[in-house]
């Protein structure tokens, strides 16, 4: 068993998913205080290590329907590449360890991850059969990323930045849908099993909705920041801006055809790479400029 295979079945793509620990601490402007950034930094790992541990388990439930999948089945224990008992091993480790490494910034880092890792093999085993459920319990993941980095570093929360990270998040994953609908045809059942109880239409309203909140969300959240920051820029309000054009982006490109792996989007659109760095600046001058 090489471990290049077992590194592929670990999915070190999918830890970018993972930058939302970042997303508190770096909106109260801490990440470049020590203090902040190392239970931060640990977060990050512990999730990925976590993560990397559900995957495996995904996987190993799963066994027998990859091997039948076209596309599935050339993963690594679907193909035999890492074995079962070896499989089962890491992945356990990885869960275990992810969860332990949590607790160490903050007991109730250590709380969200384990949420986060019993609500993932929830979804492994249950909840991915269950229409909607299935989308609540995939925004909730990330929604939990973001939780874990704010009381790793010590960071309070407000309702709109939950708010705005929850409708991103069921606007992301109700996106992944979306394009794995249309692109599944007559094979719809194969792909996912809850994906046969959903249509374009209703998916369409569901990215309609959450869009609308998200950004709701988002002017709500950036307006009382600034009111609270005390800040005389208009760098927050700002902010907005390329926000509205990072959502309607993904959006087009759902529409275009793409979107079945948002995290392989977000890593070649260039266009929504450059919105989201105008967004990195202009909030980045409104914390530390004000």
Known sequence: MSARAHLREARPKQWVKNVLVFAAPGAAGVLNEWSALWPTLVAFVALSMAASGTYYWNDILD???????PRKRARPIASGAVSMTSARLIGTILL?????IAFVPDWRCG???????ALTVSYSVVLKHEPVLDLMAVAAGFVLRA???AEASGVEMSTWFLL???????????????????????????????LTEYSLGYLRI???VSLAATLVAYCTWAFATK?????????????????LGALLRYLLVLEQGQGAAPED????????????????????LGVYVG
């Not at 709380?111 to 890792?117: G, R």
């Not at 070649?268 to 967004?279: K, S, Y």
Request: glycine share 10%; charged share 15%.
């Open 164 to 194: 705005c990270a929850s409708f991103g998040a069921l606007f992301i994953v109700t996106g992944k849908r979306y394009a794995e609908l249309r692109d599944a045809g007559e094979n719809v059942g194969e792909t996912r099993v809850a």
């Open 96 to 100: 275990l360890g992810g969860v332990a």
């Open 265 to 284: 989007v977000f890593t070649a659109d260039r266009t929504l790479q450059a919105l989201g760095l105008v967004w990195v600046v202009i909030f980045g």
């Open 227 to 243: 009111e609270i920051s005390g800040a005389t820029w208009p760098f927050y309000e700002l902010s907005i801006v390329p926000m």
């Open 206 to 208: 569901v990215l309609s």
């Open 111 to 117: 709380v969200a991850v384990s949420v986060y890792v």
């Open 147 to 149: 939780i874990a980095g």
């Open 63 to 69: 066994v027998e329907a990859d091997r039948a999948h």
